[in-house]
Every structure is written in C-alpha cells, then in structure tokens.
C-alpha cells in the first residue's frame, strides 16, 4: 500500500470478481476500484485531474496527507466523525456521510480541479470545528433546499465567516 504522499494523482484497477452490487466503483487506500474495464480506463487516460469526481478523490489522498500521512489514521477519524455525526439521520440517512469534514472539503472543492495539485490540503480542519448545531443548519438546507452542496456550504461560510 502507497503512502498518501507517494500519490499525485488518483488511479483506478478493475478487479476480476466484483462484490459490491449496485455500486459502479469504491476508493480504498487511494485506488478506486470499478467495476467495469470501461471505467477504469476512463479514469486512468489522463495523468491530471479531469472529472470531479477525480478530483474529489484525490482530494480525499491529500487529506490523509495532512492526517500524519497515514491512511490508518484518516480512516479513523472518517468513522469517528461518521459516528459523532449520527444524530443528522433524522434530517436524511445519508446527512451523517455528507457531514463528515473530509466531505465536506471534497464536495466544495471539487470542482477546482487545481486544487488538490499544490500538496496537502487543510480546509477539512476548519469544517471539522463546526458544531453539530452548525451540521444541523447545513444539512437541513441541502437536503430541504433541493440546491448543490457546494452552493450551500458556501452560502453558510458567507453569512457566518471562515472557510473560501
Ligand atoms: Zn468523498
């Protein structure tokens, strides 16, 4: 397994045996696995970023990066705040994912696909201050406002400081 450092941008592999039904393709250690070849070489033609979902990816590698370069202690505190963020399941099921720091910094970001080409990145700190109050008010305006995540992380962020 490579070192978050070590890898600069995301790369995909197709494996023989697919387990995953419903899912197209799962991120693991920095290597998306697809379930189709089509998908792995859509994703692999390019050596830069060109998709945001590439890019959420990758941004995801260089937040372990800032977590002591260990994918160990990314996936830690993935879950951990995964955990803390349970009580948003009564806004949606999947507001406890949706508010998990690192996601919030790869939802936001994703569409900058420069961003995660200058090194670590660190925003995912200033949205892991946020109270669950706070993920509370985001997560009931993206799930009842029917607007883009990005779009609501950055009104939030205007009216109430910090994060650009
Ligand atoms: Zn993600």
């Known amino acids: 397994m ?6 600069k941008v995301i790369k995909a592999t197709c ?12 991120t693991f250690f920095g290597r998306i696995y697809t379930k189709t070849k089509a998908d792995m070489c859509s994703i692999n033609l390019n050596d830069n970023i060109d998709s945001n979902f590439k890019c959420h990816e990758t941004i995801h590698v260089r937040q ?22 349970l009580p948003l ?7 406890p994912y949706r508010l998990i720091s690192f996601e919030m910094e790869a939802f936001f970001k994703e569409n900058d696909w420069q961003y995660p080409m200058n090194g670590k990145v660190s925003l995912w700190r200033k949205f892991n201050a946020l109270k669950l109050k706070e993920k509370r008010k985001i997560a009931k305006r993206y799930y009842e406002g029917n607007l883009p995540y990005w779009y609501v992380l950055n009104e939030y962020f205007k009216n109430n400081g910090e994060p650009v």
């Open 2 to 7: 490579k070192k978050p450092s070590s890898i």
């Open 64 to 85: 372990a990066e800032d977590t002591h370069d260990s994918w160990f202690l990314f996936y830690i505190l993935y879950i951990w705040q995964w955990v803390c963020n």
């Open 15 to 26: 494996p023989k045996i697919w387990l995953l039904p419903g899912f197209r393709a799962i």
């Open 89 to 95: 399941i009564t806004i949606h099921k999947r507001a």
